[in-house]
């Protein structure tokens, strides 16, 4: 599992800065800078009022990962923007047998400030990736509902795949079935628990519309 998420961006140190500061006070984030070294280095910590609720009711331990940290680096040709990978966060939070799907939700929202802030192309689905066995009813509803939809898709059977078993568990911390692994064409992957229509259904347009 990567420490970081990150992406390339072409623009100036002080437009990402606008860019970033805009995106988060129209999310109606708390957020404030945390450290600058003028021409180097930008650091903004950033604070989701609602997670942190979740995160209380959990463990307040875990709050130990507030206020997240969106740093921007400037280096001669282009500037990285990024921040600790918050598919670590969702993994420890499994462990708490907490709703996993709200955190992937939570997730997916700090990569897209990512994403959006460095102006790169939006990344694109290079594959879907679907665990089931040969028992389970969900699965079987998910396959047929992405076979409708003419989704290409590698599917895997776990009851009879040890192998692919393992890669799911350590992948997600999840060994229920349907575990949908959506891959990106950066390497990255986000997964969806469950046979969840209305995520699919988001998915598929993203593919048709690509």
């Not at 400037?74 to 969702?90: K, M």
């Amino acid at each position: 599992m990567k420490y970081l998420y990150f992406r390339k961006s072409n623009f100036s140190l002080d437009e990402i800065e606008k860019r970033l500061q805009d995106k988060l006070k129209s999310e109606n984030f708390i957020f404030k800078e945390v450290y600058r070294q003028e021409n180097k280095f930008l650091v903004y910590g950033i604070v989701f009022p609602e997670m942190i609720e979740e995160f209380v009711k959990l463990d307040l331990q875990l709050l130990a990962f507030y206020p997240l940290n969106i740093f921007v680096i400037n280096q001669e040709n282009e500037r990285i923007i990024g921040v600790f990978n918050p598919e670590i966060i969702t993994t420890i939070l499994n462990e708490y047998n907490s709703n996993y799907q709200k955190f992937v939700d939570f997730e997916n929202k700090i990569k897209e400030i990512v994403d959006e802030i460095s102006g790169g192309e939006k990344r694109k689905i290079e594959s879907i990736k679907l665990y089931a066995t040969t028992t389970c009813p969900y699965c079987a509803q998910e396959k047929a509902f992405l076979d409708s939809n003419n989704i290409k898709y590698d599917y895997v059977l776990v009851d009879i795949n040890p192998i692919a078993a393992e890669e799911m568990i350590k992948k997600t911390g999840q060994q229920g079935v349907p575990v949908t692994e959506i891959i990106y064409n950066d390497g990255d992957s986000d997964f969806i628990i469950g046979f969840d229509r209305q995520r699919l259904t988001r998915i598929i347009k993203e593919l048709k519309e690509s």
